[in-house]
């Protein structure tokens, strides 16, 4: 069954560096999504992308995130200037359609544990 | 102001016991989509069933069916015959017209032999 990829599993930067974390959406979706989670706490969403532009985004997603579809395949978040609180879990997610009345769920990948220090 | 809410932090049950996991959501929109999802301690986010508003029809998806009341705006999920693989973190999370998804605190299971 094809599904989202995310490298690394586990980034470790130095507070103040840029960190760019990857994300390879399943093929045919067409709609991608981040989120983050923070140790013990819910999953927060941060923004969504469609069409190579960001159709929504979260409080979180400050000007310090940015998003980018490089090429036909993949799907990044770059974190600038990192911050000790910006040390979470980063899922990223794909879905072949959007839309309310869409039975299809975001599919997620399994994280990208970012430990800023 | 809280869209999902899941008032239950931890919870208890007997392997090969059914198990039921409060969501109670909060939206004005008339339309709107419904999951759960799981994520064991490994990690990952596992979904597991859907729901839309229009739909009349309870969902059901194997062991898992969610208890859906719309006047009482609540999803509640049901495990049927747990197993002990059914131990994990349990997200409800909500879909609205223009919005993506936004999940609740999580209910930790524990299913115990």
Redesign the interface.
Known sequence: EPEVTQTPSHQVTQMGQEVILRCVPISNHLYF?W?RQILG?????LV?FYNNEIS?KSEIFDDQFSVERPDGSNFTLKIRSTKLEDSA?Y?C?SSEI?G????Q???????T?LSIL | AQKITQTQPGMFVQEKEAVTLDCTYDTSDQSYGLFWYKQPSSGEMIFLIYQGSYDEQNATEGRYSLNFQKARKSANLVISASQLGDSAMYFCAMREEHNDMRFGAGTRLTVKP
């Open positions: 999504y989120y706490q819910k999953v927060e969403f969504s929504e879990m899922f997610a959007a309310v009345f869409s039975n769920p975001q599919h997620f990948g399994d994280g544990r």
